[in-house]
């Protein structure tokens, strides 16, 4: 049997008494609604993706230079805040190359790592690398794949926010060398920054390049903020200084105008604590340790004077007996 609805569909529109306008077709009235259905689709404004919220401090440890002292900062920055109690995750962004681990002493331990995360190929929790000395310090290992696009500004917004939202307080990004893709998503989501630099023309020239970066090409920069930018100097050697062969602190602290975070003193313990997987922050007796430790306090708003930032005068006994 026929429902009436269904005659109203299939039957022309029959015109209502008087009317003399010609009836409409079913069929024309259905392509009227198609029509009118994908203009809504056309013109109808994109979704906008809400931004997620990262509650936890990044810091990224960058600088325009490769080889000056990065991950070796990282490593060192990583464990100091960790002793101070807060939960640290201390990311590798240095995709290809995998470093960070090495210093950290975890290189054997790693099973998954950061794009594995992003790609979805593990969870969280599974590639972060509980450290051994301190139950609230992980790290996130880099890749050794050779796909420089493998890390997303999505799928890095995703892991610094899942972070925030387990309760680590302290995120630090450890940026390879360079302005290339790598060293750019270390940077986007910073609200801090250390530029690490070397005491030469070269590196803080191309640190200038890096601040320049840090105030326009970040999520910060994008809405108006300020990225919170300290200057760490390291290897620095107060005898060269003396004898005219490096910048002096003042030097650099006034071409690139920024508060100093940590002045870190040239150390041979620094490349024997990377062989054997022990920040160099955690070897009390070493000055760069010391220095270290001093820049953690830092940037935890605690007040420390400069050491190891001239050179050490010899005591009368010493001069005399040549110690
Ligand atoms: N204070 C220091 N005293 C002596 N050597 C140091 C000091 N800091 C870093 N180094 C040495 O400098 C070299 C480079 O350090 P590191 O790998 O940390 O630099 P990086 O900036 O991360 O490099 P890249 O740009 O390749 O990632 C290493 O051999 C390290 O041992
Ligand atoms: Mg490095």
């Given at each position: 049997m026929t429902t009436q609805t269904e005659t109203t569909i299939m039957d022309p529109i029959t015109p209502a008494s008087g009317n003399t306008e010609t009836p409409i077709d079913a069929t024309v009235v259905e392509a009227v609604a198609k029509v009118t259905a994908e203009v809504a689709v056309a013109t109808a404004p994109a979704p906008v993706k809400t931004e997620r919220k990262i509650k936890a401090e990044v810091l990224v440890v960058t600088?325009?230079?490769?080889?000056?002292?990065k991950t070796t900062t990282s490593a060192s920055i990583a464990c100091g805040l960790a002793r101070q109690g807060k939960k640290v995750c201390v990311i590798d962004f240095d995709v290809g190359l995998r470093n960070l681990d090495l210093i950290m002493g975890c290189e054997r331990r790693v099973v998954y790592d950061f794009v594995n995360v992003i790609h979805g190929e593990c969870t969280l929790r599974q590639a972060l690398i509980k450290d051994k000395r301190f139950d609230n310090l992980y790290v996130l290992a880099a890749s050794q794949?050779?796909?420089?696009?493998?890390?997303?500004k999505d799928g890095v917004e995703k892991v610094l926010a899942d972070l925030s939202d387990d309760g680590f307080q302290f995120i630090v990004c450890d940026s390879p060398a360079g302005i290339e893709k790598g060293a750019f998503l270390a940077m986007y989501?910073?609200?801090?920054a250390i530029v690490v630099v070397n005491p030469e023309v070269s590196s803080v020239r191309d640190s200038d390049r890096i601040l320049g970066l840090l105030s326009s090409k970040t999520r910060r920069a994008e809405k108006g903020?300020?990225?919170?930018e300290h200057l760490l100097l390291t290897r620095y050697s107060p005898a060269r200084v003396e004898k005219g062969d490096m910048l002096s602190i003042k030097d650099v602290q006034e071409i690139l105008g920024l508060e100093v975070v940590g002045v870190i003193p040239e150390s041979p313990e620094v490349l024997q604590s990377s062989n054997s997987g022990?920040?160099?922050?955690?070897?009390?007796?070493s000055n760069a340790g010391q220095a270290y430790d001093d820049a953690v306090a830092r940037l935890l708003g605690q007040k420390r004077e400069l050491r190891f930032t001239s050179v050490e005068k010899k005591g009368f006994f010493a001069k005399l007996f040549g110690g």
């Open positions: 600088s325009g230079k490769g080889g000056v002292g794949t050779r796909d420089k696009d493998a890390l997303t989501f910073a609200d801090r903020q300020k990225v919170r022990e920040p160099v922050i955690l070897s009390a007796e």
